[in-house]
């Protein structure tokens, strides 16, 4: 019968493996590294020393470059007129759920 080619079988061998193609032993992980380690009992012990810590510089009060999102911004409050639950009445939610979408 018909076999693939030589050269085919070798670009297929290069592909990177999915956890699909390997029963259980393969995993692909997200580059993260552990924090600690799973103990015989089932739990997990955190090991300090492989935490990430992240240094803030000290003269950050100085620094020129700002975020994206202001830090002078005022607290917004939402105006509910005539809700006595605010802004979490089911009635409300369902009366502009309609109203956005039609009815059904």
Known sequence: MFKPTQPLLRSLRRLA?????????YYKGNRTGSMGRH???GGYVVEWKKVRTYVV???LKDFTLTPFVTQKMEKTRGRFEGQTKGGFSGQRYLERWKVENGED
């Not at 493996?17 to 259980?24: A, D, R």
């Open 57 to 59: 510089p000290a003269n």
């Open 17 to 25: 493996l999915t956890t699909k193609q390997v029963n259980g032993g």
């Open 39 to 41: 103990t015989k009992y």
